[in-house]
C-alpha cells in the first residue's frame, strides 16, 4: 500500500509553474529521490507534501487519510501530517541544548518532560549523538548539527520522512559518510522517507527508487538501474551524464534486436535496450563515454566495431578522454587507467567497438512538442555530431 500518494499536483507562482501535474506513489519504507537541476520544482513538491505550500490544484494522500484535495479546497494543516521534515538548513534553536532540541517537538505536543527526554534520547542514540546531549547546539559542527536535525526529525517516529538537500552544507567526505547514516537510519527505522537532490550520486546510492524532475514535470520513475540504463527522453539522458546522444532511424527491430542508422552513417549498430521501437521510428541513441571500447582484437564477428580516427586525447587523472571521428559523427570515448591497452595516438586510425546492450534507445516522438526546442535540440545535435 502507497504511504504517499500525489496524485495531479500542480503549484504556480504567478507565471511560473513550478510544479506542473506531478504524480507519485511512493510504499511504506520506500526511499524514493526526487532528482534534479536547480529549479525543477523538488522542494516546492515536498513542501506541497508537508503542508508548508499550498497547491492549485491536485491530491495528496498519506497513509490512508487525504491531506489535500484542491478539487474540495481541502487541507489539512502542517502540524496536523503524520510527517518528519529536514531542511538543508538546519533549522535550529541557537540558544537551546542539544536534547531541548531534539524534545521540543514532544514538548509542543504537551508530552510529559521526562517521557519527551527518553524519546529524545532515543533519536539521539540513533544519529549518534547520544553522548552530545547537554552540549549547546552552537558548539557543535556542521555534521553534528545536521544529525540533531535529523533526530529531531525522527523523534515523533512520523510515518514520512521528508529531507530536502540535507546534506549540501556538507563537505564531501562527510557527505558520504552521512549517505551511509541516512541509509542504516532507513533499514533501523523503516521509516518512509522521500528525499530531495541534486546530487545523482547520492540519489543512486540510497534510493529504491528515483523520480527525475524537468521543468515542474517528474518525468521519468524508476529503479536507479531503469532510470540510468533506461533514460526515458533525450534531456534524461544528458542529465544523466550520456556525452554521446546521435540522432537516428530503426531499420528493423525484432526479438530484442534492433538495427539502427545514426544520421549521417554508412552502417547500422545493433542494439538490444530497444525500448520497444519498430522499424521506422525516429529516435535518439544513447551511448555513455565509456562504452566506447578501443578494440584491439581481429575479431571481425563482434558487433558494432567501427573505423575511427583519434582526433584529441585529454588525460583526467583516472582515465583518458578520446574524441574519435565515426562517419563524421564526433563521439567521446573515455577509457580507465588500467582498463585495457591505450588508444591509438592522436591523429591516428583505431578501431573501437560497443556492446549492443550499452546503446539506448530513446523514442524521439516523445520529445518535447514544442517546434523551436525540437528545432533547438536538432541543432544542438548536429553541432554534436558535426
Ligand atoms: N516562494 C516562491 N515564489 C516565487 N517563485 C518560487 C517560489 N518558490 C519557488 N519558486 C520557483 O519555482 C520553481 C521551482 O523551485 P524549487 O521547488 O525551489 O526548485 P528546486 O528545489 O528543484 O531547486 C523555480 O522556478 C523557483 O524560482
Ligand atoms: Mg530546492
Not at 525543477?40 to 492549485?56: F, H, N
Not at 550520486?201 to 534510493?207: C, T
Not at 578494440?295 to 584529441?312: A, E, I, T, Y
Request: glycine content about 10%.
Amino acid at each position: 500500500m502507497s504511504i504517499v500518494s500525489i496524485d495531479g499536483l500542480t503549484k504556480r507562482f504567478g507565471g511560473v509553474i513550478a510544479v506542473d501535474r506531478v504524480s507519485l506513489d511512493i510504499g511504506g519504507g520506500e526511499f524514493v529521490a526526487l532528482l534534479g537541476p536547480s529549479g525543477c520544482g523538488k522542494t516546492t513538491t515536498l513542501r506541497c507534501v508537508a503542508g508548508l505550500e499550498s497547491p492549485d490544484e491536485g491530491t495528496i494522500r498519506l497513509g490512508a487519510g487525504t491531506v489535500v484535495d484542491r478539487s474540495r479546497r481541502y487541507e489539512l494543516p502542517p502540524h496536523k501530517r503524520d510527517i518528519g521534515m529536514v531542511f538543508q538548513s538546519y533549522a535550529l534553536w541557537p540558544h537551546m541544548s542539544v536534547i531541548q532540541n531534539v524534545s521540543y517537538p514532544l514538548r509542543l505536543k504537551r508530552q510529559r518532560k521526562q517521557a519527551a527526554r527518553a524519546k529524545a534520547m532515543e533519536a539521539l542514540e540513533l544519529v549518534g549523538l547520544g553522548n552530545y546531549a547537554s552540549r549547546s547546539v552552537s558548539a557543535l559542527s556542521g555534521g553534528q548539527q545536521q544529525r540533531v536535525a535529523l533526530a529531531r526529525a525522527l523523534v515523533r517516529e512520523p510515518s514520512v520522512l521528508l529531507l530536502d538537500e540535507p546534506l549540501s552544507n556538507l563537505d564531501a567526505a562527510l557527505r558520504t559518510q552521512m549517505r551511509g547514516e541516512l541509509k542504516r537510519i532507513h533499514e533501523q527505522t523503516g521509516s518512509t522517507m522521500v528525499y530531495v537532490t541534486h546530487d545523482q550520486e547520492e540519489a543512486v546510492s540510497m534510493s529504491d527508487r528515483i523520480a527525475v524532475m524537468h521543468d515542474g514535470r517528474a518525468v521519468q520513475i524508476g529503479t536507479p538501474r531503469e532510470v540510468f540504463d533506461s533514460p526515458s527522453a533525450r534531456w534524461t539522458a544528458e542529465f544523466l551524464g550520456y556525452e554521446n546522444i546521435l540522432p537516428g532511424l530503426v531499420g528493423a527491430a525484432a526479438d530484442g534486436h534492433a538495427r539502427v542508422r545514426p544520421d549521417g552513417w554508412d552502417t547500422s549498430l545493433t542494439c538490444t535496450r530497444t525500448a520497444g521501437c519498430a522499424a521506422g521510428d525516429r529516435v535518439w541513441l544513447a551511448i555513455r563515454s565509456t562504452a566506447i571500447v578501443f578494440d584491439h582484437s581481429d575479431s571481425v564477428d563482434r558487433p558494432n566495431r567501427l573505423d575511427v580516427k583519434v582526433l584529441r586525447s585529454t588525460f583526467l587523472g583516472t582515465a583518458t578522454e578520446h574524441e574519435v571521428d565515426a562517419f563524421g559523427s564526433r563521439l567521446v570515448a573515455k577509457q580507465i587507467v588500467g582498463g585495457g591497452r591505450p588508444a591509438a595516438p592522436q591523429g591516428a586510425d583505431a578501431v573501437v567497438w560497443i556492446e549492443p546492450d550499452q546503446i539506448a534507445l530513446i523514442p524521439a516522438k516523445d520529445e518535447p512538442a514544442t517546434a523551436e526546442r525540437a528545432a533547438a535540440e536538432l541543432a544542438a545535435a548536429k553541432g554534436r555530431v558535426s
